[in-house]
C-alpha cells in the first residue's frame, strides 16, 4: 500500500442533527488495518488541527508525523466544501407528516429530506442493538409459520405489527406482562415479537435492571416500534421495590415523554415515545402487587395488561400443536429468530405506506370488528379499554395478513387473539368480570329450593 493510500483521509458529508440543530462533519480515514473508518465531528473540532488530529489518532487513523505535513493536510481536508447535505431524524419512527418512518440507519417512505437515520449514543450496551438477518420469506418460513402453533406467539407478533399503527389511531403507550411459571415460553414470545423489528435474540431485548433513566433513553429509539423488555426477573430488589418501580414505571410509560428538563438541554432530552411495551414475570402483576400488601388501581391495570402466558391447562405457550406440522426445540426456536429479523417490519411499513390512504378506515374497521365479537353487555370500563388494545392488535395482525407477510387465516388469528383477550379480562377488577364470576358460582352451587326438589 503506498503512503499516499495509507494517508488518505476526506470529508464527506454534512449532517444535520435535528434533535440539537447542530451539524456534523462525516470524515472517513483509514486505519492502521488498511480498512476505511467513519468518525462525524463538529465542525469547530475540524477546523482546529490539534483537536482533530486528536480524535483521528484515538479512531485508529495513520497520521504523518512531521507536523509540515500534518498540519496542511488536515487543514485541507477541513477546508473541503461537501455538497452531500444529510439528516438526522430528532428520534425513529414516523416523521410529522407520516409519509416517512425513520429507522436507526435509514428512512423508509418519502422523507422532506435526506435522512439517514437518527444519531445513537456511541454504547457497548448490546441492549441497543438492532439486527438484520434472513429475508421476508425466511423469517416468514421460520418464524411465522411455526408461530401459528402458540396463541400467544401469534398474539406477540401481531403486537409487534401493532407498534406502528398507534399513530395511525391515535393510541398512546401501554403494555403487556405475560405470566407464567419458568420455562413455559414467555422469554420466548417476548424474542419471537423482537425479530420482527431486528432485536431477535435474548440479549438484544431491553433489561429491568437497567436504570429507569436508561430505559428512557432507549425508549425514543423504538418509537412507533415495540418495546420487548426482558422478564421483570431481572429486576433488583423485593417484591415489594419490584411493584413500585412498575407501578411507576408503567405511568412513565404510558406518558410517553422521559423526565422533564431545564430548558438549557437540548430537543433530544425531552426523550419521546409512542410504543408498545411486552415484557414477562413469573408472577401476575396483580399477584406481584398482592405480595406486596397493595392493590392494583385502575389506571396502571390497562396501561399494562396481565396476560397469562399458558392459556387453558397447558404448560407452556403452544395451545395450537395440531395447527401446525411443524414442530421446534426451544433452541431452534430461539435459533430461527436469531438468523431471520428485521427486515419483515420494513416490509410491512412500505406496505403500510403506500396504502396508506386506505389504511385507516381499514384498521378502525378491524378494531370494532374484534371489540363487538367480545363485548359483554356487563363489561365494565376497564374491559371495554383493553378490548380496544386487544383490536389494535388483532387489526394488526389483519394487516400483516393482507400484506402476505404471515401465513395465517383471518380465523385462526381471530381466535387466537379473543383466547388472549379473554384471559387477560378475567384478571381485571372489573364489574363485568365480577358479575361473571359471581353468576358462575350461583350457577355451580344449586339453590335450596332446588334442592327440595
Known amino acids: 500500500m503506498t503512503k499516499s493510500r495509507m494517508l488518505e483521509i476526506r470529508k464527506t458529508a454534512r449532517i444535520l442533527d435535528q434533535a440539537t440543530g447542530n451539524y456534523l462533519e ?42 509540515t505535513l500534518l498540519k496542511p493536510l488536515l487543514e485541507e481536508v477541513a477546508g473541503t466544501i461537501c455538497s452531500v447535505e444529510l439528516v438526522y431524524a430528532a428520534q425513529g ?59 400467544i406467539l401469534m398474539f406477540s407478533i401481531s403486537a409487534a405489527f401493532a407498534a406502528p399503527i398507534l399513530k395511525v389511531l391515535g393510541m398512546n403507550t401501554f403494555g403487556f406482562c405475560m405470566f407464567g411459571e419458568s420455562r413455559s415460553g414467555k422469554t420466548l414470545a417476548t424474542v419471537v415479537a423482537g425479530s420482527v423489528i431486528g432485536k431477535g435474540t435474548v440479549a438484544h431485548l431491553l433489561d429491568w435492571n437497567a436504570t429507569d433513566n436508561r430505559l428512557q433513553e432507549q ?18 430488589g423485593t417484591d415489594r421495590e419490584k411493584y413500585s418501580r412498575v407501578k411507576s414505571l408503567a405511568y412513565i410509560f404510558a406518558l410517553g415523554a422521559g423526565t422533564g428538563r431545564h430548558s438549557s438541554y437540548s430537543a433530544a432530552s425531552a426523550e419521546n415515545w409512542r410504543t408498545i411495551v411486552l415484557s414477562s414475570n413469573e408472577l401476575s402483576l396483580r399477584d406481584l402487587a398482592a405480595r406486596s400488601r397493595a392493590e392494583r388501581n385502575a389506571g396502571e391495570t390497562v396501561r399494562f395488561i396481565d396476560l397469562p402466558a399458558t392459556l387453558g391447562s397447558g404448560q407452556d405457550i403452544f395451545d395450537r400443536k395440531s395447527e401446525v406440522r411443524q414442530q421446534l426445540s426451544w433452541q431452534e426456536w430461539f435459533k430461527a429468530c436469531e438468523k431471520n429479523q428485521g427486515h419483515v417490519f420494513e416490509a410491512f411499513l412500505r406496505l403500510l405506506i403506500r396504502e396508506k390512504p386506505e389504511i385507516r378506515k381499514l384498521i378502525k374497521g378491524h378494531v370494532r370488528t374484534f371489540v363487538s365479537s367480545v363485548q359483554d353487555e356487563m363489561d365494565g370500563n376497564l374491559a371495554r379499554d383493553i378490548a380496544a388494545k386487544f ?14 407477510l404471515v401465513p395465517w387465516t383471518s380465523v385462526s388469528l381471530g381466535k387466537a387473539i379473543r383466547k388472549c383477550y379473554f384471559a ?28 327440595e326438589h
Open 26 to 67: 462525516r470524515i472517513e480515514f483509514r486505519t492502521s488495518s488498511g480498512k476505511m473508518a467513519i468518525l462525524e465531528l463538529a465542525p469547530s473540532t475540524v477546523s482546529d488541527p490539534r483537536s482533530f488530529a486528536k480524535h483521528l489518532r484515538d479512531a485508529g487513523a495513520i497520521l504523518p508525523t512531521g507536523r
Open 219 to 236: 425508549l425514543p429509539e423504538l418509537n412507533d416500534c415495540i418495546a420487548p423488555i426482558d422478564d421483570l426477573m431481572s429486576m433488583k
Open 93 to 151: 419512527g414516523w416523521t410529522k407528516n407520516g409519509k416517512a418512518f425513520v429507522r436507526f440507519d435509514k428512512a423508509i417512505g418519502q422523507p422532506l429530506a435526506n435522512i439517514v437515520g437518527f444519531r445513537r449514543p456511541r454504547t457497548n450496551d448490546l441492549r441497543s442493538v438492532v439486527k438484520r438477518y434472513g429475508s421476508v420469506e425466511s423469517w416468514k418460513s421460520a418464524v411465522a409459520t411455526p408461530a401459528q402453533s402458540s396463541s
Open 391 to 404: 383490536g389494535l392488535v388483532y387489526a394488526a395482525g389483519r394487516i400483516a395478513i393482507k400484506f402476505r
Open 424 to 451: 387477560a379480562r378475567d384478571l381485571l377488577p372489573d364489574e363485568g368480570v365480577m358479575f361473571r364470576s359471581g353468576k358462575s358460582t350461583l350457577l355451580f352451587f344449586p339453590s335450596e329450593t332446588s334442592e
